[in-house]
């Protein structure tokens, strides 16, 4: 009898100390699932422009394109922005006005820029936009002050199909990240 409560005990403190062991759960583990797919914020003025901005989340992958019009139906291009990220890791949970979010890190691939007018290619090639040359119509150059691999720090919310986020290369944003309008997903 005495073995046998000897192996039960033993069986016990095996099973507590493993279970001590166990990874435990929390927020720096939360995927990128719930920003997976395009958002887009509706045409809106931003002077002397009108611009859409849109947002594709695909795995770790991060890309932001500012789309630049004259007109405000946004049907007239005058240029594009696109910002690369790669290794988008979703961080600490936030709230921002009742709205809940999370913090995350990411990389920087590339920042572009896409004249799309020949305004702004004569303008740009005139003036050496971010000092380069050699302007196309239609041809993106990079134009990208960091480094690739620098990182970047962001935070974003999401208030039902909205998304609301803002990106920093310094820290995290101490905004709210709550402009007057929000993404939503396409």
């Not at 005990?9 to 990128?32: E, F, G, H, P």
């Not at 995350?104 to 090639?125: A, E, L, R, Y």
Request: aromatic residues 12%; negative net charge; hydrophobic residues 30%.
């Amino acid at each position: 009898m005495m073995d046998k409560m000897k192996y039960f005990i033993s069986i016990i403190i095996l099973s507590l100390v493993l279970l001590s062991c166990a990874k435990k759960d929390d927020d720096s583990s939360t995927t990128t699932t719930e920003l997976e797919g395009t958002w887009v914020e509706s045409c809106h003025a931003v002077a002397p422009y009108y611009r859409i901005n849109s947002l594709t989340v695909s795995g770790t992958n991060w890309v932001d394109t500012i789309e630049l019009h004259s007109d405000s139906s946004c049907a007239t291009d005058v240029g594009k922005y696109t910002y690369s990220y790669e290794s988008l890791s979703i961080g600490d949970a936030i709230e921002v006005s009742g709205v809940s979010g999370h913090k995350f890190t990411m990389t920087v691939i590339d920042k572009t820029f896409t004249p799309q007018s020949s305004d702004n290619v004569s303008g740009c090639n005139t003036n050496s936009c971010w000092g380069l040359t050699g302007w196309e119509l239609n041809t993106p150059q990079s134009v990208n002050w960091w480094s690739k691999g620098t990182s970047a720090y962001g935070k974003y919310t999401l208030d039902g199909s909205e998304l609301f986020f803002c990106v920093s290369m310094v820290d995290y944003p101490s905004s709210s990240c709550l402009p007057p309008t929000g993404w939503f997903k396409q």
